[in-house]
């Protein structure tokens, strides 16, 4: 690929309107689409800054002076994240961490033929102590065609592989976004100014050899022996030695692996026998992410993108992050 003019100031909008004319069968309705995860970004970004203000201005849970519910800001992020996408005539089914079912999205048009799984805020427990939180997306095609007839189950449940597309946005110190379609990951940050996305960096790589892991440690009594024992390696002097970084917010705690390395994990637990996080919102879009970045993604045995869903809902342990962290464990894991 040709290398850019480092003065070159590039948007997300234009990025992916390049990305679409390298396959010339595109027919534009992608980027719309992923344009519409973009505003959507902006609006939650605008009310996840104002949180603070938002309580010391005295609104609660309850009614405001409109009349009108208070909403938790995840809730708030749902709807934004269905109002900017189910209207843009071409998505068909929505399924989110917030919503039980799937939506099946009627438009005009007939139904739309993309599925969009999501989570609108991830870590959103961090809030009242700010500490970033993020939205993660996961877009697939759907397999079914014409009316969609079993509650949008069959274009939902398909492996990670499938997956179209995939980002997460992270409300933090500045706000980024990270989004791949299958040629690598490329990263922006938003400038609050002009209300743009800009390109920060194209092409990103995991560094191999990260010395962070990133894990719960209060819950290490009830790891996996593998996990255990590597854990117990990587506190040792030959391995590095490695420090320990979490945050509790998956989606902060991924990007910092893309960006230095290391491992992030969520082994399953004695409170969470089948891990805590989700398949299909959660792992699979960071997976695909982790991936064109060069790293790995498994659940200790095998790769995330590759496991059949049988439910929207459903959890798996996760290691995530650099390869040679990622099959260490798992080589531990194997031993038992
Ligand atoms: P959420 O999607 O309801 O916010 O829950 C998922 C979060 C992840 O962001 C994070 O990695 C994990 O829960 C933290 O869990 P724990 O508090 O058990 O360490
Ligand atoms: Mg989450």
Known sequence: MAERDPDQIITIQQHIIEQQRKHPTASGEFSWLLSGITLAASIIQAKVRRAGLINILGETDTDNVHGERQQK???????IIERCLAFRGNVGVLGSEELPEP????????????????????GSGNIDVNVSVGTIFSIYERVTSGPITDGGLKDVLQPGVNQLA???????????????????????????ATGSFMLADEHVRIPENGKIYSVNEANFDSFPKGVQDWIHWARTKEAGPFTSRYIGSMVADVHRTLIKGGVFMYPATAKSPKGKLRLMYEANPMAFIIEQAGGLATDGKNRIMERVPTELHERTPLFIGGKHEVTAIMERLARG
Request: glycine share 12%.
């Open 73 to 79: 800001l995840d809730i708030f992020a749902n709807q």
């Open 166 to 192: 995939a980002g997460y946005i992270v409300y933090g110190s500045s706000t980024v976004m990270a989004y791949t379609t299958g040629d690598g990951v490329h990263l922006f940050t938003l400038d609050p």
């Open 103 to 122: 939506i099946i999205v009627h438009s005009r048009e007939g139904h739309g033929k993309y599925v969009v799984l999501f989570d609108p805020l991830d």
